[in-house]
Nanobody
Framework: QVQLVESGGGLVQAGGSLRLSCAASGSIFRMNVMAWYRQAPGKQRELVAAISSGGSTNYVESVKGRFTISRDNAKNTVSLQMNSLKSENTAVYYC???????WGQGTQVTVSS
């Protein structure tokens, strides 16, 4: 069974940075588009960023220029570097294997203003 385990969430002041990581088990990682989603209280889960197996990326407009998604296919990991964080970025962030539809358990990111 494939597992996705996120780490790196926490509390940070506005303007600060955090780096989220997701470690995937199993050989399916390399064939998957990997993505980060987030869900804020009272809101629907939304796509934040995605990266293909070849490294092509896309981002939700609100994080462009501040967040960077990357992956290491040799280590089966995908990361999300988040800079210039804002209070509205507060949410639970989830790693998702798009092709096979696997979710991680989520990691809380709280940005204080």
């Amino acid at each position: 069974q494939v597992q996705l385990v996120e780490s790196g969430g926490g509390l940070v002041q506005a303007g600060g940075s955090l780096r989220l990581s997701c470690a995937a088990s199993g050989s399916i990682f390399r064939m998957n588009v990997m993505a980060w989603y987030r869900q804020a209280p009272g809101k629907q889960r939304e796509l934040v960023a995605a990266i293909s197996s070849g490294g092509s990326t896309n981002y939700v407009e609100s994080v462009k220029g501040r967040f960077t998604i990357s992956r290491d296919n040799a280590k089966n990991t995908v990361s999300l570097q988040m800079n210039s964080l804002k209070s509205e970025n507060t949410a639970v962030y989830y790693c998702h294997a798009e092709t096979t539809d696997y979710w991680g358990q989520g990691t809380q990111v709280t940005v204080s203003s």
